[in-house]
């Protein structure tokens, strides 16, 4: 035992090892002194097996380091650092992810290493969420890129960001050589982020780790610990061992301020809910697969009946699972009793399941085909996206005017496809092509002073200098602002709205800009006719269908079509986030043409329609889109609406080939361009695939849809089949040559009769 005699019980002061004492006599020694500080002859012992150690110096990571302790005085859990030292990076989804750190060198390279420091981390690398890789697999070639630390933190140079990048800063943790506390970035002001980003620009030794917020509840963030064998009451100063602890570990809500204030510590509560336990517990990992699909297919069959309150339509549940096209539901669930490792446990929750499918119900035609499944719907819809990407519109991404892009041209993609740098942002005069194609529209059809066109107006405020774009300069000096448009068109209950929305911004394109596409750097927007004006053009249509039904009286609650800005970088989903807050804050308010404005505060929005990228058949896995719903009851019940006019189109779309016109036409054929019409095709049945939020294939997380669903708003994402990819994203060739205008109306009509149901509390 080592330590002061005086205040060791009197009974092990006999067991007191003392220096002079040899070793080799002792083969167990008690201490809570720091490794480092024990004598020589202990630390040798100890490394080369001859002598034990309780508690194991491992198990002072957490508390031995004076350096960590002092600075856990200013920032929470410091005294995890040491720990995290010892690992790489982590990020791959189901795992358990380990955040970068290390230690960074901004001093004289000439001067030595200061004697015993730690392992120096050099690179940081990035990740952002056009990244071309499954979002649950390790990152490889393009997907992910490095920078130096402090570039990585701070940079805002143009040629540090790329097209993709933004400083990392806000979401690291910061302190001196001395352990002194320079930045918490989650929780720092602008003001400390520009102080932390001078003291790195000086030099010296800093430690970093990169962290972001766990959950809240209330100003308390919640951590789990596990495992935890035991604990001291802290007030009879008993130890405690309980069985559910040593399984469950525990939840503790730590407040950040006030310092000094205990944490919550929060009891688990499991549900073990029926079928559940089973679901996971019961099926392997199938060969070959990367993923636990049977125990994912029977969450979401499982989670969904508890969302829906009731048995699941048959094609629905069928929507959900991740299988063979060609194998039906009936025929997975008979088989999964064969998979199971209990195969009457699995026999029983395939009886229960079976037992919450309620036999399919026939189908009315709907509230909107009438007017979508037309030729001069799809006329009109080609022509809308064509007039959007091949017109007057050129420069539409968010960031434009770019001073950087003088003297660049773009490489030989630019030249191919006539691409020229802007001297001007045409998104501002779009906003106002939309404004006038809605305030036509309402003309037309007789519905002045009820339907209206609104602004939501904000101003683009980011942590870091982005001078290099003219438009977020005239922002920071109040010259201009950004908007969302909002097109009201009245239900009875006008306390209540669904949303139909896209974004009318476009990408800067890849092609023109990566060297290693031939690029030089340009930044020049992307002609979008795949995204997002599929979706605008989709929009623009939908306002001819929901204005007569207002007309008519037969909305129950209003709809709102929101072209939202600035989703693509570098505003990154700039419109919906600034929707969104205003939404959950219960503070909106929209500035009308006359500049008058309407109070919105009150109004709850029971669901969201985002539209991004319709329009391009996957030539992998054709005649597939992507109904993908965000958190939560609400998100469920948006995508049994979307599920269910998925049906109904393909029961319509079934007769309508059958006889004249269509009877004997085939697929529609891309053009190489807007100006003429495909030849006259049949309608297209598509197979909507429910991605679930945590679902990897689901694109929710890609786009403004998971903004809404963040904030708990309902939210369901119309996309095609994404293929990341392929040609035709973020490059020159975003033109209506990769538009299938087949798929691009099939798609349409389903999203227009999603929200035409919901605004009509119809299913």
Request: aromatic fraction near 8%.
């Amino acid at each position: 035992m080592l330590g002061p005699a005086a205040v060791l019980p009197r009974f092990a002061r006999d067991w007191l090892w003392r220096e002079h004492e040899p070793v080799g006599r002792i083969n167990t020694l008690f201490t809570l002194e720091p490794f480092g500080a024990l004598p020589d002859s202990l630390q040798k012992a100890f490394l080369n097996g001859t002598l034990r150690i309780l508690p194991t110096p491992a198990s002072h990571v957490f508390c031995g380091h004076p350096g960590y302790r002092k600075l856990a005085t200013a920032l929470p859990r410091a005294t995890q650092i040491p720990l995290l030292h010892l690992f790489p990076r982590v990020q791959e989804g189901y795992t358990l992810r380990i955040p970068q750190s290390g230690w960074l060198d901004e001093h004289d390279p000439s001067q030595a290493r200061p004697a015993g420091s730690h392992r120096v981390v050099h690179h940081i690398t990035r990740t952002h969420r056009w990244q071309r890789t499954p979002r649950d697999q390790p990152l490889v070639g393009d997907g992910a890129f490095t920078d130096d630390v402090t570039i990585a933190l701070f940079s805002t140079n143009p040629d540090d960001l790329g097209l993709y990048g933004k400083p990392m800063g806000r979401n690291s943790q910061i302190w001196t050589r001395d352990y002194q506390l320079l930045l918490d970035g989650p929780s720092a002001s602008k003001a400390e982020l520009d102080h932390a980003a001078e003291l790195l620009d000086r030099g010296g030794r800093f430690g970093y780790r990169l962290y972001y917020p766990p959950m809240r509840a209330g100003t308390r963030e919640l951590f789990w610990h596990l495992p935890l064998l035991a604990r001291l009451h802290p007030e009879s100063g008993k130890v405690e061992v309980h069985e559910d602890t040593l399984r469950l570990g525990s939840v503790t809500a730590e407040a950040t301020a006030p310092a000094g204030e205990r944490p919550l510590a929060l009891a688990a509560n499991l549900l073990d809910r029926p079928g559940h336990r089973q679901a996971a517990t019961l099926f392997a990992r199938e060969p070959g697969q990367l993923r636990h699909t049977t125990a994912q297919n029977l969450r979401k069959l499982l989670d969904f009946r508890e969302y829906l309150a009731g048995p699941l339509r048959p094609s629905f549940a069928r929507a959900l699972l991740r299988i063979a096209k060609d194998t039906t539901l009936d025929a997975w669930l008979a088989k999964l009793p064969q998979l199971a490792s209990d195969r009457e446990a699995a026999t029983r929750l395939v009886a229960d399941l079976r037992a919450h499918v309620a036999p399919e119900e026939p189908l009315d035609s709907g509230l909107t085909f009438e007017q979508t499944a037309t030729h001069t719907f799809e006329e009109t819809l080609w022509r809308t996206i064509s007039a959007l990407a091949e017109g007057e519109f050129r420069h539409k991404e968010t960031a434009d005017w770019v001073a950087i892009n003088e003297g660049k041209t773009g490489g030989p993609a630019a030249r191919a496809a006539h691409v020229e740098a802007g001297t001007r942002r045409d998104l501002d005069r779009l906003g106002q092509h939309l404004h006038h194609r809605h305030r036509e529209a309402i003309e037309r059809h007789g519905m002045q002073g009820r339907a209206q066109v609104f602004d939501h107006l904000f101003t683009w405020r980011t942590d870091f200098d982005l001078s290099w774009s003219e438009a977020w300069t005239n922002n920071q000096h109040s010259r201009a602002h950004e908007r969302n448009i909002v097109v009201v068109i009245p239900g009875k209950d006008r306390a209540q709205a669904v949303i139909m929305a896209d974004h009318y911004d476009t990408a800067y394109m890849e092609d023109v800009f990566e060297p290693a596409r031939g690029g030089d750097g340009l930044r020049a927007a992307a002609a979008g006719a795949d995204d997002n004006h599929s979706a605008t053009a989709t929009l623009l249509a939908a306002a001819e269908v929901f204005l007569p039904l207002a007309r008519a009286g037969r909305l129950e609650r209003d709809i709102w079509l929101v072209h939202l800005t600035g989703e693509e970088f570098p505003s990154d989903c700039l419109g919906a986030r600034a929707l969104a807050q205003t939404l959950v804050e219960s503070s909106l308010h929209l500035t009308a043409q006359d500049g008058s404005t309407w109070d919105a505060s009150k109004v709850r929005v029971v669901g969201a329609f985002v539209l991004d990228m319709i329009a391009h058949n996957n030539d992998h896995d054709r005649d597939v889109f992507q109904i993908a719903s965000g958190e939560g009851v609400g998100s469920a019940q948006l995508a049994l609406f979307a599920h269910l006019a998925n049906q109904r189109w393909n029961h319509q779309a079934e007769q309508a080939n059958a006889a004249p016109p269509r009877r004997g036409l085939g697929r529609a054929q891309r053009m190489p361009d807007g100006k003429k019409l495909p030849p006259p095709f049949a309608h297209l049945p598509v197979a909507g695939e429910v991605r679930v939020e945590w679902e990897p294939r689901s694109s929710l997380y890609n786009t403004d849809g998971q903004i809404f669903s963040d904030l708990g708003i309902p939210v369901v994402l119309f996309m095609e089949n994404y293929d990341i990819n392929r040609t035709g994203y973020h490059d020159t060739d975003d033109t209506m040559k990769n538009i299938d205008l087949d798929y691009a109306s099939a798609v349409a009509a389903i999203a227009i009769e999603s929200v035409a149901a919901v605004a009509c509390n119809k299913q």
